[in-house]
């Protein structure tokens, strides 16, 4: 079946087909959404060695973690279900995240879709570790999803004091 563009109607095919989601769609889901929290996490706890090359140490775990967890598999959950219906049907949307801490994960989704490089064409996609890793860019990732991502998001008092 090829994929719809936007504005098809639904049929009865692409109803069914999204209700009933194969053998394939679930693993090709459960394939992305667990790639998905593996950067998530590479991006909150890991400074280096993201692959998980050498053993881990002490000093590959970065001083002062950026992110929430509890938030990101969720986050990750839902963009890969958006990204399914879309690739069904052609769908229009827009992910909106509220302002909490889930920065990781939507970085993380965006790496995954390819579209990391057309936002920031200096940052390199040679490898997951780069996605994985702050210790691959200058600035550690955000922690909040922001026009700014993968860069860091000031705080509020950084930010309001800026503007004065």
């Known amino acids: ?76 959950f839902i963009y890969a279900h958006a990204s399914r219906l879309i690739r069904k049907t052609g769908q229009p949307m827009i992910y909106l995240a509220g302002p909490g801490h889930g920065g990781p994960a939507l970085v993380a989704a965006a790496y995954l879709e390819g579209s990391t490089p057309s936002a920031f064409p200096r940052s390199p996609r040679t490898s997951t570790a780069s996605a994985a890793s702050s210790a691959s860019s200058p600035r550690p990732a955000a922690s909040r999803a922001t026009p700014r991502s993968p860069r860091p998001a000031r705080s509020t008092r950084a930010a309001s004091s800026a503007t004065r």
Do not use: C, F
């Open 1 to 76: 079946m090829t994929t719809p563009v936007a504005d098809t109607p639904l049929t009865e095919d692409i109803r069914h087909d999204l209700a009933h989601p194969t053998t394939e769609d679930i693993a090709h889901l459960d394939a992305w959404w667990r790639a998905a929290n593996y950067l998530t996490v590479g991006q909150i706890y890991l400074m280096a060695n993201p692959l998980l090359r050498e053993p881990l140490v002490s000093d590959d775990i970065k001083p002062r973690l950026l992110g929430h967890w509890g938030t990101s598999p969720g986050l990750a």
